[in-house]
DNA sequence: ACAGCATAAACAGTATACGAATTTAAGGTC
DNA sequence: GACCTTAAATTCGTATACTGTTTATGCTGT
């Protein structure tokens, strides 16, 4: 028998509603209201509440006076965060890269021709995908497990800012050359040339957002 | 009027039961029960069960089948928030460093010389209050809030470590040294000195821990 | 005495209900 | 028509009640 442990509603609505945020599902209009979503699961409020402020503890949603939305993310947040994946990452990925399975090297291949084919057809969805996929599949292979889910949860917010940025050409070209580069490095498994590499990808990031930053400021008066 | 947030209840135990956790006042062997925790503050399970799964969720807790109990570390997972440490907590001093105002200073230093009057008590207790006091100063001061939050979230972890290594009279002695030049590099508010010197903070609180376990392995089969 | 089963106790999850706070809407006054 | 007052609606926080599951207890038979 599988032994199912169990889910219970809030874990369920939990689940659910965390996909659809780190899917980009939702818009900052949606208000998140418990009694609605309770209705649309035929169940009461308590489990949508416990899974909602659950959410918004660990800063997936916020909460307002008028139900829950996406949080708004400051610039000085922003930066906050490109800090701490400057910490991170370049030393999460090399550990990474000891222990990527081939499987894992295979499906970063996919991923990164997936990517490469979007400089012809200009699918910046498709881009946007395949990029989680590649942060998605090395990410799953990181061996020490605090250090993952400390990278997790600002996963939300990379996801809002990448997806304002990729509307740059010059951005989109950036991403995919280091996409490739990145298989490489990974299949390399030299640790040394993996932590320089995604520092160096964390850093095209920072540049990218922060010249969408200056030119939407001065755009917009 | 000082125009009070309108505190709930569900907040008030929040932050009473992480006070108590982090002052290290709850044991493994205590049970924390909704329903026996609601009749000591005259409300209801609700709050007190909103507060015991937030808390829960941040890994202060641990939630079993029987009550919430303080959470096992493994021995893995002690290493791997030790990884993570070194990674973060230097640079956030350093950061902190460019940010302490005198009034910090202040409170550091008398943190530092409670500490240093331990040498000749003993009072194992007393250390363990002043480094807490010396860490939370440094901490409040650094300006990357998401970084401090990420900090914070393992700092409960921390003191567990620390307690237990702290009976050996080698590391109370290395501790209260580190202590000390740790004022004197925050003072002199040389970031690179600051980064420096905390990396060798959290190095030797490691190898402390390494010692601690494998004389406990040795002794206990 | 002990294995096995039945029963009760304890506890978490969920449901329903009520009250308080705050926003939105409406109505009235100048 | 602008502004203030008041009423209604919305939504959250808390209370109480119920249910199901897991752990502890006790009973029975051999």
Same mark, same amino acid.
């Given at each position: ?90 030393? /999460?990925?090399?550990? +990474?890269?000891?222990?990527? @399975?081939?499987? &894992?090297? %295979? $499906?970063?291949?996919?991923? #990164?021709? *997936? ?40 996963? /939300?917010?990379?996801? +809002?800012?990448?997806?304002? @940025?990729?509307? &740059?050409? %010059? $951005?989109?070209?950036?991403? #995919?050359? *280091? ?40 755009? /917009?008066?």
């Amino acid at each position: 028998m599988p032994n199912q442990p169990k889910r219970h509603i809030k874990d369920v609505i939990y689940d659910e509603y965390l996909g659809r945020i780190q899917r980009g599902e939702l818009t900052h209009e949606d208000r998140l209201v418990d009694t609605t979503v309770a209705a649309e699961f035929n169940v009461s409020r308590m489990p949508v509440r416990d899974a909602f402020m659950r959410l918004a503890h660990e800063g997936y949603l916020a909460s307002s006076t008028r139900g829950f939305t996406l949080p708004e993310l400051t610039h000085r947040q922003i930066l906050e965060i490109f800090e701490l994946r400057r910490l991170l990452e370049p030393r /999460a990925a090399a550990l +990474a890269a000891y222990a990527l @399975t081939d499987e &894992d090297l %295979a $499906s970063l291949e996919h991923a #990164v021709d *997936l990517s490469e084919s979007t400089i012809a057809s200009g699918d910046i969805a498709l881009l946007f995908n395949a990029s989680e996929m590649i942060r998605r599949t090395w990410l799953s292979a990181v061996p020490n497990i605090e250090l993952r889910d400390t990278i997790l949860r600002y996963m /939300a917010q990379i996801q +809002a800012v990448r997806m304002a @940025t990729l509307h &740059d050409t %010059a $951005s989109q070209r950036t991403l #995919v050359s *280091l996409h490739r580069q990145m298989l490489t490095v990974f299949s390399s498994r030299k640790g040394v040339d993996v932590e320089l590499l995604i520092l160096r990808f964390v850093l095209a990031g920072e540049e990218s957002y922060l010249r969408a930053h200056n030119t939407r400021a001065e755009t /917009a008066p």
